[in-house]
């Protein structure tokens, strides 16, 4: 095991672990509390996607799934680059989750209590927990050297946190009418100033 392998996984531990108790809040909102819960795939399907890139990368870390890149060869300049990336990125995800506070649920509801959160990251793009994790495990899996992590990424976690963002914002747009309208105009969906 190398020094980003080792790097990646104690990151890997101290970001699961920041995030566990917003996690275990969110796992279930109170059914009493939901006003809407759209029943779709994009509930669920994302999640385990999720869960199976972060068993990859615990994998991973552990140099299965894995080419061998040494620290001569040409490439370990790319691990490094996907290492800061992985490491900038999920600290990002952990700022996101800390920001929804009781906002923050795995599923994509509507709540009684729910505020519109415009603040901390959320001031600069609206899904930041998306595009942090896209790019944290992006990073991770660059880090890694995955072969395993990398097309997951691209081809199917992309392209449902994408899907799952939309849903979200129909939801909101549905229960802030006019003020998240504003808000779509000073931000951007998950790439700031674009969308």
Do not use: C
Request: hydrophobic share 45%.
């Amino acid at each position: 095991m190398d020094v980003i392998n080792i790097l990646v996984g104690i990151n890997l531990f101290v970001t699961v672990t920041a995030n566990a108790s917003g996690a275990k809040k969110g796992l279930k909102s109170s059914i009493s509390e939901v006003i809407e819960r759209p029943k779709t795939y994009l509930q669920k399907v994302p999640l385990n996607i999720a869960a199976l890139v972060l068993i990859l990368q615990i994998l991973g870390v552990f140099q299965l799934g894995t080419f061998d890149i040494q620290e001569s060869d040409p490439y370990y300049t790319i691990r490094i680059a996907g290492l800061l990336l992985f490491i900038i990125f999920s600290w990002l995800q952990v700022w996101s989750y800390k920001t929804l506070g009781n906002n923050y649920s795995q599923e994509v509801v509507i709540t009684k209590k729910q505020k519109l959160v415009t603040d901390g990251p959320f001031k600069v793009v609206r899904h930041p927990q998306y595009i942090s994790q896209l790019l944290s495990d992006f990073g991770a899996g660059l880090a890694l050297a995955s072969f395993l992590v990398l097309p997951i990424v691209i081809l199917i976690q992309l392209p449902l946190f994408i899907l799952r963002a939309q849903l979200e914002e129909k939801l909101l747009q549905k229960r802030f009418p006019g003020e998240y309208q504003d808000y779509k105009k000073k931000t951007g969906f998950i790439i700031p100033f674009i969308g």
